[in-house]
């Protein structure tokens, strides 16, 4: 695997790669990676010849008070784990390549509506910071395939919308959850978490699994059932942010007439905001 951490080296070096015929694939990160992450490279390479894996950690996605500065940097790690995984490139750039004329003076990618919802809601910004950065990886990448993971879900959502509204010629693929033994997503904030957190945490995914089971089994009082999620975390320990039962293909609050529904999570534990999803086909 080569590391590239400069636009004009990994253009050079994806041009000869597709002037040989070669699919390209994507695989977006913010680093500190985890089998989740390496499960995306793994897809990926089902249907692409090259890989390239990127880690930034992208400054316009963090919101003040945020944990920027603190977010884990652990790029020997992430090289040897991609190395593993069959990683053909890895892009590292640093924040003056990607924003040379300052983050101000950034264009910005707004996906309007689903960006302002859930996670967007509480993180204001949060999702032009991601839309933006990648829509200028895709430029930078040119894809054939880009592998997202369906963790958050929304994120995902918001990336294919704008790739269809921009008609980018990039496949969004989405990958499953990757999850410890107990149920917990993973995630590279679970290192935030002290011993006793990470006993609680799998309280959420059991939340939405016990919400997905009354829905199936009958129950269609959505709102009822949100707020007896959100009491049955707070009494685990978690401080609530939202526990959100909506429609699959615009994230907009679910009734009783929807059949395909999500239901998205998001909770605070300690210094650790955690989030989650599950799918409830009807």
Not at 56 to 68: I, S
Not at 91 to 113: C, H, L, W
Not at 137 to 149: E, K, N, T, Y
Request: glycine content about 8%; overall charge negative; hydrophobic content about 40%.
């Amino acid at each position: 695997m080569k590391t590239v951490h400069t636009i004009t080296e990994l253009r050079s070096l994806l041009a000869a790669e597709r002037a040989n015929g070669k699919r390209i694939g994507l695989v977006p990160t913010m680093g500190n990676l985890h089998d989740g992450h390496l499960s995306l490279v793994h897809q990926a390479a089902e249907s692409c010849d090259i890989i390239v894996a990127t880690i930034f950690v992208n400054p316009l996605q963090f919101g003040a008070g945020e944990d920027l500065e603190r977010y884990p940097r652990t790029l020997a790690q992430d090289q040897q784990k991609l190395v593993e995984a069959g990683c053909h490139y890895l892009f590292a750039p640093s924040d003056q390549e990607m924003y040379p004329n300052g983050r101000d003076n950034q264009t910005e990618v707004i996906v309007p509506k689903i960006s302002l919802l859930h996670c967007g809601a509480s993180r204001p910004g949060h999702f032009e910071g991601v839309a933006t950065v990648v829509s200028k990886l895709f430029g930078i990448v040119q894809p054939d395939v880009a592998v997202f993971g369906e963790k958050d879900f929304q994120q995902l959502q918001v990336i294919r919308q704008l790739t269809a509204d921009l008609y980018l010629p990039v496949e969004v693929q989405g990958a499953p959850i990757a999850r410890d033994s107990r149920g917990l997503a993973l995630s590279s904030r679970n290192g935030y978490l002290t011993p006793e957190e990470l006993d609680i945490a799998p309280a959420l995914n059991t939340a939405l699994r016990d919400t997905r089971a009354a829905i199936q089994a009958g129950r269609r009082d959505f709102r009822t059932l949100e707020e007896e999620a959100q009491q049955a975390l707070e009494r685990a320990g978690f401080q609530r942010d939202f526990f959100n039962i909506v429609r699959q293909n615009d994230l907009l609050a679910a009734d009783e007439n929807d059949s395909q529904l999500v239901i998205l999570a998001a909770g605070h534990l300690g210094r650790a905001r955690l989030i989650d999803n599950i799918v409830v086909e009807l």
